[in-house]
C-alpha cells in the first residue's frame, strides 16, 4: 500500500469514516506529485480500509523471464508468456492476487515501450494421467474451430457474429486433452459453490474427435470419484471434427446417490485403448431447456446524516428459499440484517459501531432423489464491531473491538470469537539519519471458543500477535526498515488452566533503492 515509499498513509479519509467527506477531496501527495484532486473519489493508499498502511508484501516475481541477462533488446514486437506456476512462492500468492506491477529500469537512455495487451489465461482444471492444456484460436494457430460449419452456425447463433469489426474471426477458447497410447486418464473440476440443475432437462456439450474410436465419459455431481455420488454419459468418439452431444439429464446413469439439487464436481475421462496418442478438444458445456421456478427477494436501505458529526446507514435483505440467482445454491433461504454508525464529536476522535445478523434457512437432503427428505437448518452468524480512532498530528492510534457469534445447528457447534486490536503509528517531523522516519507498531488478540452439543470437551484458542516496524532513511534513496514480529499460542479447555502451544519470534531487515530514470509509454490495442 505504500505507493510512494514514505512510509506515511496518504489518504483522503481525514475522520476514517469509509466516505468522501466535504472538503476532503483535496487529493493526496504521492512522492511530490498531487494525485486526485477535486475528482469526487476518495483517493487512498488504505486498499483494504483497514486504516492502517499494510506494507508487509506478498508477490511472486518474473523478472527471469524477459531474456537471461534482463535486458529488451530487441525492436518490434514479442510475445512472452510467463508460466505462473514457476515462481517458488505460487502457492502462497495464487489465492488472492489483487495488484500486477511492472517494474522498469534503464540505463541513462529514453526510449519508447509498447505494451498491446497483458491478460492472465489458464484453466480451472485438475489433470490425472493426461496433459491438458488452454487453447484459443488467437494464440494457438492449430485450432481454429469456426472451420467447422456445424459449430460455426451454434456459435454465430448463441453469441452472434464469429467476426470482429475488422473481418478477423474473435477469439475462442477450449479445453484440449492429450493421452497417450493405452492411456486412460481424466480432468476435474470443483465448483466453489454446489450448483442447482433441477430446473433444467438437457445438458450439452461440444467435442471435437480424431475418430479414433476413444471412449470418452463425463460425470457431473457431489463426489466424482470412482465410489462417489455423481450421474455418467459414456460417448465412444468415432467421428473427426465437431459434434454437440445433447443429453436429456433424465436419461443420464446414476452412480451412488447423486442430487440434481447439489452438483460441485464434473470430469471428462478418456480410455485410449489403441497404439496411437490421440488429442480431443472440449468445448461449452452448458444446459438448456429451463423450466420455470418462483422465489422472492426484497430489501430496503436507510441513511442519513446530522453533517460530519455523525451518520448512519441501515439495512434489511432477505431471500426465500425458492430464489435463486444465477450463481447461487438452491434451498438457501438468508435474511441480513445491518446497521453502521459513524460519530465524531471531535474531527481527531471519530468512533464508529457496526452491527450485523444473518439467518441462513437451508433445507439438507436425505435418503434417494426421489425419496429425499428435506431437514430444515437455520445458521445464525452475529458480528459487533467497535472501532475509535485518535487522529492527531502526533500518535495515531487505533482501538477496535469485534465480536462474532456462530450457531450452526447442522453441525452441533457454537463459535464465539472476540477479537482486540490497538495500533499506534507516529511520524518523525525531524529529518536525521539516525532517527526513524516513523513508528508502526499493532498488537491484536484473539479469542475463541467453540461449544458443542455433543460430549466433546470445549476449548478456548488465544492468539496474540505483536508487530513493530522502525523504518530509517539513510541516504536519499536509500531506506531501511528493521520489522520484529512475535506470536504467542495458547489453549484453555474447561477447568484447566492456560497451556502455551505456539511462540514464534521473527526480525527481518528490508532495504530499498530508489532510482529514478525517464520512459516513455504508449499503450496500443
Known amino acids: ?141 492449430e485450432y481454429n474451430p469456426f472451420d467447422d460449419e456445424a459449430f460455426l452456425d451454434y456459435y454465430e447463433a448463441m453469441y452472434g457474429n464469429a467476426r470482429t469489426a475488422e473481418g478477423k474471426w474473435k477469439k475462442e477458447g477450449a479445453l484440449c486433452l492429450t493421452l497417450a497410447p493405452e492411456g486412460e486418464g481424466w480432468v476435474q473440476q470443483t465448483f466453489a459453490k454446489p450448483y442447482d440443475y433441477t430446473d433444467y432437462k438437457t445438458l450439452n456439450f461440444w467435442i471435437w474427435g480424431d475418430e479414433k474410436e476413444e471412449d470418452f465419459q463425463l460425470r457431473i455431481g457431489s463426489e466424482v470419484r470412482q465410489a462417489g455420488d455423481y450421474y455418467q454419459k459414456e460417448v465412444k468418439i468415432d467421428w473427426q471434427g465437431w459434434r454437440m452431444m445433447s443429453v436429456p439429464l433424465a436419461e443420464m446413469t446414476r452412480r451412488g446417490n447423486p442430487s440434481w439439487e447439489n452438483i460441485r464436481q464434473l470430469r471428462a475421462g478418456i480410455k485410449n485403448e489403441s497404439s496411437d496418442w490421440i488429442k480431443i478438444y472440449l468445448n461449452d458445456i452448458f444446459l438448456s431447456e429451463v423450466g420455470e421456478s418462483q422465489g422472492l427477494a426484497k430489501g430496503f436501505s436507510l441513511q442519513g446524516a446530522l453533517g460530519t458529526p455523525f451518520s448512519f446507514i441501515a439495512q434489511y435483505k432477505e431471500v426465500d428459499d425458492e430464489f435463486q440467482s444465477l450463481m447461487a445454491s438452491s434451498w438457501q433461504g438468508t435474511r441480513l440484517t445491518s446497521l453502521r454508525m459513524n460519530l465524531s464529536p471531535l474531527k481527531f476522535l471519530p468512533l464508529s459501531y457496526y452491527w450485523s445478523r444473518k439467518e441462513n434457512s437451508g433445507n439438507s437432503l436425505s435418503g434417494a432423489l426421489l425419496e429425499s427428505e428435506a431437514v430444515s437448518d437455520k445458521v445464525i452468524e452475529e458480528k459487533k464491531e467497535y472501532k475509535l480512532s485518535f487522529l492527531s498530528s502526533w500518535p495515531q492510534a487505533i482501538f477496535k473491538l469485534e465480536n462474532r457469534f456462530t450457531d450452526d445447528p447442522s453441525r452441533g457447534i457454537k463459535e464465539k470469537e472476540d477479537t482486540y486490536r490497538v495500533s499506534l503509528e507516529y511520524k518523525n517531523p525531524y529529518s536525521f539519519f539516525l532517527l526513524p522516519t516513523f513508528i508502526q507498531t499493532i498488537y491484536q488478540r484473539e479469542e475463541k471458543r467453540d461449544e458443542y452439543q455433543q460430549e466433546i470437551e470445549n476449548k478456548k484458542e488465544i492468539t496474540e500477535n505483536w508487530h513493530i516496524s522502525l523504518p530509517f532513511q539513510l541516504a536519499k534513496n536509500l531506506t531501511l526498515k528493521p520489522i520484529y514480529r512475535e506470536k504467542r499460542k495458547s489453549e484453555i479447555e474447561q477447568g484447566e488452566w492456560e497451556t502455551p502451544q505456539l511462540k514464534e519470534r521473527s526480525f527481518s531487515l528490508e532495504s530499498r533503492t530508489i532510482c529514478t530514470i525517464q520512459i516513455s509509454t504508449n499503450g496500443s490495442g
Open 1 to 141: 500500500e505504500d505507493v510512494d515509499g514514505d512510509t506515511f498513509l496518504d489518504t483522503e479519509d481525514k475522520n476514517n469514516d469509509g466516505k468522501l467527506n466535504p472538503g476532503e477531496d483535496i487529493g493526496i501527495d504521492l512522492g511530490g506529485r498531487l494525485i486526485g484532486e477535486g475528482n469526487g473519489r476518495l483517493d487512498t493508499e488504505d486498499l483494504d480500509g483497514n486504516g492502517l498502511l499494510d506494507t508487509d508484501e506478498n508477490y511472486a516475481t518474473y523478472d527471469w523471464i524477459i531474456e537471461p541477462d534482463l535486458r529488451i533488446d530487441w525492436t518490434g514486437w514479442r510475445k512472452l508468456i510467463i508460466p505462473l506456476k514457476d515462481a517458488f512462492n505460487w502457492d502462497e500468492v495464487k489465492s488472492m492476487v489483487k495488484h500486477l506491477r511492472l517494474l522498469i529500469e534503464g540505463d541513462d537512455i529514453s526510449g519508447t515501450l509498447k505494451f498491446a495487451l497483458i491478460s492472465i489465461s489458464g484453466d480451472r482444471w485438475r489433470n490425472y494421467d493426461i496433459e491438458s492444456r488452454s487453447v484459443n484460436s488467437e494464440d494457438d494457430p
